[in-house]
């Protein structure tokens, strides 16, 4: 009873956001889509309550439309159809392009206020904190605004303030967005089929991350990790002791345009060099590291002097496992070589299911995908216009990829549209064919096979570990029946003579299988005790045991596949 109280009084409480959001989707022409006039009963929304349809609005596409119902509905809003642009499975290109374009049309707040987020969070008054502090503010979104500020040693720094009290709003924006997409669970099957609820509880754990601004401080060390070494990137310093949930404050870097040539001549920076760097740098982040930038858009990206591109904003982040990217880069190279089954087997892969429903209808369709769009020299294939035709081959195929492979796609193909403004005749596919051949090459490499060798060995290892007091729980659950094991055996014309075979054949192959496993775990073993003598850097005996243990598995599965399938 207490329960349903709360939720009646909840509800009481979001009406007026719900009438505002029904008001503007009203306004834009989306009345139809959320099925409004049933919504309209339960919230007691009077027909003349709703506003005129904007004339000049409706005549605008679609697309135009909800971009722009978006921007008006505030900031939740504007952060839901900015992480639907990177899930190109579920907004075609049009939509993808004007989503592309949402802009956070919030007001700032005080510098005054700001300071008492920071004195609050920090626990130090802006005072002690720094010798300057711009209350003038130097950018301004949905979740917070960024202040300039210079430190008592004189580094100049950014510091992004939490707008104040966004975390109820957005909390209760998303419980109203639920509400919405349980809705049109039940009132449009067309739009059901996307599963809103689940896309919904994705946004909303994607949203409360970025609220959280330690995660992007983490992110930004970590990435900076991964290019300590590199000369071709700069990533912002975090201080640590300036930072919190609610405040994350940086080294405070500037330069010149990524995407306008005529700025970087004048400052002595070659355009094609700095599209190629871009490019490379994008490709290693995906293929070497796996962990990349998922927004590198203009405005998250600066030109340093001698061409060193700078990066920041790193709350929306990707990561491909080792074995997601070795999946894309076959799909890379099977393009490249027009190899129309390693492309299908590379999109499988990356798949949710992994399964196909229709594998030949699949094949004809990458085929008849191949020859539209790969028949030209791979100087002139355009990436992410064969990666949007690619996707609505998957639409098609109703084959549900992989979250991080959207968020892959969209951060090569804003690199690559990038590197085309600067320089039109940036060959971005041949760029990126050596790193994922590169890839796909060392997976091939003794140390890399050795590495397998070793986790299968430990893996291995735990297993026997374990196996005697299984074995031995097990058998005193058989003494005292608390095991029940269900036996049939159809007696044959010749007696018992066929299962006492089948037995023989059973326990045979079994111990023979773990004589192999033991002999591949003792080899493995004796390759990285360094035993003289030595053949490629390691020990002979290991190596002949590792032969012999590979042999041994291979007539096995030889044997089991001849006499009744693996």
């Given at each position: 009873?207490?329960?349903?109280?709360?939720?009646?009084?909840?509800?009481?409480?979001?009406?007026?956001?719900?009438?505002?959001?029904?008001?503007?989707?009203?306004?834009?022409?989306?009345?139809?889509?959320?099925?409004?006039?049933?919504?309209?009963?339960?919230?007691?929304?009077?027909?003349?309550?709703?506003?005129?349809?904007?004339?000049?609005?409706?005549?605008?596409?679609?697309?135009?439309?909800?971009?722009?119902?978006?921007?008006?509905?505030?900031?939740?809003?504007?952060?839901?159809?900015?992480?639907?642009?990177?899930?190109?499975?579920?907004?075609?290109?049009?939509?993808?392009?004007?989503?592309?374009?949402?802009?956070?049309?919030?007001?700032?707040?005080?510098?005054?206020?700001?300071?008492?987020?920071?004195?609050?969070?920090?626990?130090?008054?802006?005072?002690?904190?720094?010798?300057?502090?711009?209350?003038?503010?130097?950018?301004?979104?949905?979740?917070?605004?960024?202040?300039?500020?210079?430190?008592?040693?004189?580094?100049?720094?950014?510091v992004?303030?939490?707008?104040p009290?966004?975390?109820?709003?957005?909390?209760?924006?998303?419980?109203?967005?639920?509400?919405?997409?349980?809705?049109?669970?039940?009132?449009?099957?067309?739009?059901?089929?996307?599963?809103?609820?689940?896309?919904?509880?994705?946004f909303?754990?994607?949203?409360?991350k970025?609220?959280?601004?330690?995660?992007?401080?983490?992110?930004?060390?970590?990435?900076?990790?991964?290019?300590?070494?590199?000369?071709?990137?700069?990533?912002?310093?975090?201080?640590?002791?300036?930072?919190?949930?609610?405040?994350?404050?940086?080294?405070f870097?500037?330069?010149?345009?990524?995407?306008?040539?005529?700025?970087?001549?004048?400052?002595?920076?070659?355009?094609?060099?700095?599209?190629?760097?871009?490019?490379?740098?994008?490709?290693?982040?995906?293929?070497?590291h796996?962990?990349?930038?998922?927004?590198?858009?203009?405005?998250?990206?600066?030109?340093?002097?001698?061409?060193?591109?700078?990066?920041?904003?790193?709350?929306?982040?990707?990561?491909?496992?080792?074995?997601?990217?070795?999946?894309?880069?076959?799909?890379?190279?099977?393009?490249?070589?027009?190899?129309?089954?390693q492309?299908?087997?590379?999109?499988?892969?990356?798949?949710?299911?992994?399964?196909?429903?229709?594998?030949?209808?699949?094949?004809?369709?990458?085929?008849?995908?191949?020859s539209?769009?790969?028949?030209?020299?791979?100087?002139?294939?355009?990436l992410?216009?064969?990666?949007?035709?690619?996707?609505?081959?998957?639409?098609?195929?109703?084959?549900?990829?992989?979250?991080?492979?959207?968020?892959?796609?969209?951060?090569?193909?804003?690199?690559?549209?990038?590197?085309?403004?600067?320089?039109?005749?940036?060959?971005?596919?041949?760029?990126?064919?050596?790193?994922?051949?590169?890839?796909l090459?060392?997976?091939?490499?003794?140390?890399?096979?050795?590495?397998?060798?070793?986790?299968?060995?430990?893996?291995?290892?735990?297993?026997?570990?374990?196996?005697?007091?299984?074995?031995?729980?097990?058998?005193?659950?058989?003494?005292?029946?608390?095991?029940?094991?269900?036996?049939?055996?159809?007696?044959?014309?010749?007696?018992?003579?066929?299962?006492?075979?089948?037995?023989?054949?059973?326990?045979?192959?079994?111990?023979?299988?773990?004589?192999?496993?033991?002999?591949?775990?003792?080899?493995?073993i004796?390759?990285?005790?360094?035993?003289?003598?030595?053949?490629?850097g390691?020990?002979?005996?290991?190596?002949?045991?590792?032969?012999?243990?590979?042999?041994?598995?291979f007539?096995?599965?030889?044997?089991?596949?001849?006499?009744?399938?693996?």
């Open positions: 009873m207490i329960s349903h109280i709360h939720s009646a009084l909840e509800f009481s409480a979001q009406v007026p956001r719900y009438t505002e959001i029904l008001k503007v989707l009203f306004k834009y022409g989306f009345s139809d889509v959320l099925k409004l006039a049933a919504l309209q009963g339960v919230m007691g929304i009077e027909a003349t309550e709703m506003p005129e349809h904007d004339s000049g609005s409706l005549a605008k596409p679609p697309e135009e439309r909800l971009r722009l119902a978006l921007e008006e509905l505030g900031p939740t809003f504007v952060k839901l159809g900015q992480i639907l642009s990177s899930r190109r499975d579920l907004v075609n290109g049009d939509y993808y392009n004007e989503l592309c374009k949402l802009q956070d049309k919030v007001p700032t707040f005080s510098g005054k206020e700001a300071k008492q987020i920071f004195e609050k969070e920090i626990g130090v008054s802006v005072r002690k904190a720094f010798a300057e502090f711009d209350e003038e503010p130097m950018a301004g979104a949905s979740i917070a605004q960024v202040h300039r500020a210079t430190t008592h040693e004189g580094a100049v720094v950014a992004k303030i939490q707008r009290d966004i975390q109820p709003l957005i909390e209760r924006d998303l419980s109203i967005l639920h509400d919405l997409a349980s809705l049109l669970e039940k009132h449009a099957p067309d739009l059901a089929a996307i599963n809103p609820v689940g896309v919904v509880k994705e909303s754990e994607t949203l409360q970025e609220l959280d601004f330690t995660n992007e401080a983490d992110n930004t060390e970590r990435f900076a990790q991964q290019f300590e070494a590199a000369k071709a990137i700069s990533v912002p310093a975090v201080l640590r002791e300036f930072s919190s949930k609610k405040i994350l404050t940086m080294e870097i500037s330069g010149y345009p990524v995407n306008d040539p005529k700025v970087l001549r004048r400052h002595h920076i070659d355009p094609v060099l700095l599209s190629e760097s871009i490019s490379k740098l994008i490709f290693e982040q995906i293929f070497v796996g962990f990349f930038h998922g927004d590198p858009h203009p405005g998250n990206m600066t030109v340093l002097h001698r061409g060193v591109v700078g990066l920041y904003d790193f709350g929306m982040m990707g990561e491909f496992s080792m074995g997601f990217r070795s999946s894309v880069a076959n799909l890379i190279a099977g393009l490249a070589e027009k190899d129309n089954r492309v299908m087997s590379a999109l499988v892969d990356m798949s949710e299911t992994g399964t196909l429903v229709d594998p030949e209808k699949m094949l004809r369709d990458v085929e008849e995908f191949s539209k769009n790969l028949t030209k020299p791979l100087s002139q294939i355009h992410s216009a064969v990666f949007n035709n690619l996707l609505e081959l998957l639409r098609e195929q109703r084959l549900r990829m992989k979250g991080s492979f959207y968020l892959g796609i969209k951060a090569l193909s804003q690199i690559e549209a990038i590197g085309r403004e600067i320089n039109p005749d940036l060959d971005f596919v041949v760029i990126g064919k050596p790193y994922a051949s590169k890839l090459e060392a997976k091939y490499r003794p140390d890399h096979l050795l590495h397998i060798l070793k986790k299968i060995s430990s893996t291995s290892l735990d297993i026997l570990d374990d196996l005697p007091g299984d074995v031995r729980m097990l058998w005193q659950g058989l003494r005292r029946g608390e095991i029940d094991i269900p036996l049939q055996h159809k007696i044959d014309s010749k007696g018992f003579e066929p299962l006492r075979k089948t037995l023989n054949t059973t326990f045979n192959r079994l111990g023979n299988a773990i004589l192999a496993a033991a002999v591949l775990i003792c080899s493995s004796l390759i990285h005790s360094e035993l003289p003598p030595k053949v490629w390691m020990p002979v005996i290991g190596l002949a045991g590792l032969l012999w243990g590979i042999w041994m598995c007539r096995h599965a030889m044997s089991t596949r001849r006499s009744d399938g693996l």
